[in-house]
């Protein structure tokens, strides 16, 4: 029996799952939809779709590197509860696969689902899949960043910070005293959040806005507009400190800039260095979170 994009379609509403599941479903069933959901059920993959609709913002940030490829990888997997983003299966399965991006390099997320999973044989998706019914839980493979050439990887907090920089080096500097250098700048960015690299990263509306908003509270301050003017300035730069990388205080010593400590470095090192671009991965970040009710809960357990 045939059957048509509507009917992938209808399946995929009916039973939640994915598209492509969907379709191989009605393929292996010859387009008997009963049969195709019967199949979808006995895989398990319903029970999975139920579950895409519970909320995942824990979970852990991964961040590795070989440094004989000189690639570093950094990922987020979110589960429904920081438990489960202690359970060693689910530890291993994000390892897994931050190492498949790391030598199979998807464009995104989805490439990511469609590639053989490091130490395995069948996809990150099927993986994914299987853990899911494994562990009880909403996962989902958020987001991933993958950087070749001299980088840095550093993990905070047991996974709730990912941190990778990528460098631009001219010379051969002592591999451990270059580690160390590039080890500080990780934990720079995992402490002190910085959102652009230099001054120059910054976006000229983004400027414009923040002169706008400094200038109306100097004025709101009861200052003439050229005595405003000088003072806008002077917080701009102080914005700069704020969110540029190479603009920050360096955290080991607050009165040199991470741009000087590199400078510094540098030198010292005998090369040149620039830090070239970095990433920074939060846990649940910007996700909604999951509230529960404890009396809620406890009803619902006495019912």
Do not use: W
């Amino acid at each position: 029996m045939a059957f048509t994009t509507q009917d992938v379609k209808n399946l995929r509403e009916s039973t939640g799952c994915g598209m492509m599941d969907c379709k191989k479903a009605l393929t292996e069933t010859d387009g008997d939809m009963e049969k195709a959901i019967e199949l979808l059920r006995e895989k398990g993959l319903s029970k999975i779709a139920k579950k895409a609709s519970r909320i995942a913002a824990e979970g852990i940030v991964c961040a590795i590197q070989d440094k004989d490829k000189k690639v570093g990888v950094v990922i987020e997997v979110n589960s429904e509860t920081d438990f489960v983003a202690k359970n060693a299966v689910f530890v291993q399965f994000v390892e897994d696969c931050a190492k498949t991006v790391l030598n199979e390099d998807p464009a995104d997320v989805e490439a990511l689902l469609g590639c053989t999973i490091s130490g395995g044989t069948g996809t990150v998706q099927e993986a994914l899949q299987e853990k899911i019914l494994t562990i009880g839980e909403n996962l989902k493979i958020r987001r991933f960043a993958r950087y070749e050439g001299d980088v840095e990887t550093y993990v905070h907090g047991g996974g709730r910070i990912g941190v990778m920089v990528r460098f631009e080096v001219e010379g051969t500097p002592d591999a451990a005293a270059f580690q160390a250098y590039a080890k500080d700048i990780a934990m720079q960015v995992a402490a002190s959040t910085p959102t652009y690299l230099d001054k120059d990263a910054v976006p000229a509306e983004t400027i414009a806005k923040e002169k706008e908003i400094l200038t109306a509270q100097a004025i709101n301050e009861g200052k003439p507009a050229n005595i405003a003017e000088k003072m806008v300035m002077g917080r701009i730069n102080k914005y700069y400190k704020e969110v540029c990388l190479v603009e920050q205080p360096f955290i080991k010593d607050g009165d040199i800039s991470v741009q000087k400590f590199t400078e510094t470095t540098a030198k010292e090192l005998g090369v040149k260095i620039r830090i070239v671009e970095f990433v920074r991965f939060e846990k649940g970040e910007g996700l909604e979170k999951r509230e529960d009710n404890f009396a809620d809960e406890v009803a619902s357990m006495i019912k």
